[in-house]
T-cell receptor, first 114, second 116 residues
Framework: QKEVEQNSGPLSVPEGAIASLNCTYS??????FFWYRQYSGKSPELIMS????GDKEDGRFTAQLNKASQYVSLLIRDSQPSDSATYLC??????????????FGQGTILTVHP | DGGITQSPKYLFRKEGQNVTLSCEQN?????MYWYRQDPGQGLRLIYY???????QKGDIAEGYSVSREKKESFPLTVTSAQKNPTAFYLC???????????????FGPGTRLTVL
């Protein structure tokens, strides 16, 4: 099993809807997870970090971490066409936690259509 | 302005040539990382460095080399031994050392390398 795995998508939602992106991980001791947004041809941009079980909200974005079930999700409320991008989930590399290494999922392409 | 810069933005390489990709940061970050991204795939770690004059191989280090002579700089050389170097190369940095510190990484704009 890959260390961090995302539902492959692509995901298409209408403008104004809630987009739900999910990620599962294999390392039970992982403490921190990150969501990056990557527009086509650009580099990833960190949009959410979550370090504890539960929800973390930042504007239209909510990250959820469930350590018991080993999944992390990102909800985007009131989706806008400008949210259309690839979303990457990242967690600590199980083999190198002490070096701050991250393992990235393969990404989920989100399209928000007007 | 604080940030991470990579140059060049686009790079074309002939077969058998070595090329060096630049990565500079003025964020005073300790750790720096090099990733490769291929179409439709996530990021794969090439090399990383926690402190000056020290670096470690990542998951796909073969055909690549790095140096870390200054805290601000972490250049990546793609050698002729790398058989399929065409990809998007991303440099990232992270404040603080490992252990209890936060693991957030921040990315530069990337270099797109094409082998002719």
């Amino acid at each position: 099993q890959k260390e961090v795995e995302q539902n492959s998508g692509p995901l298409s939602v209408p403008e104004g809807a809630i987009a739900s992106l999910n990620c599962t991980y294999s390392d039970r001791v992982s403490q921190s997870f990150f969501w990056y947004r990557q527009y086509s041809g650009k580099s990833p941009e960190l949009i959410m970090s979550i370090y504890s079980n539960g929800d973390k909200e930042d504007g239209r974005f909510t990250a959820q971490l469930n350590k018991a079930s080993q999944y992390v999700s990102l909800l985007i409320r009131d989706s806008q066409p400008s949210d259309s991008a690839t979303y990457l989930c990242a967690g600590p590399n199980a083999g190198g936690t002490s070096y701050g290494k991250l393992t990235f999922g393969q990404g989920t392409i989100l399209t928000v259509h007007p | 302005d604080g940030g991470i810069t990579q140059s060049p933005k686009y790079l074309f390489r002939k077969e058998g040539q070595n090329v060096t990709l630049s990565c500079e940061q003025n964020l005073n970050h300790d750790a720096m990382y090099w990733y490769r991204q291929d179409p439709g795939q996530g990021l794969r770690l090439i090399y990383y460095s926690q402190i000056v004059n020290d670096f470690q191989k990542g998951d796909i280090a073969e055909g690549y080399s790095v140096s870390r002579e200054k805290k601000e700089s972490f250049p990546l050389t793609v050698t002729s031994a790398q058989k399929n170097p065409t990809a998007f190369y991303l440099c990232a940095s992270r404040p603080g050392l490992a252990g209890g510190s936060r693991n957030e990484q921040f990315f530069g704009p990337g270099t797109r390398l094409t082998v002719l």
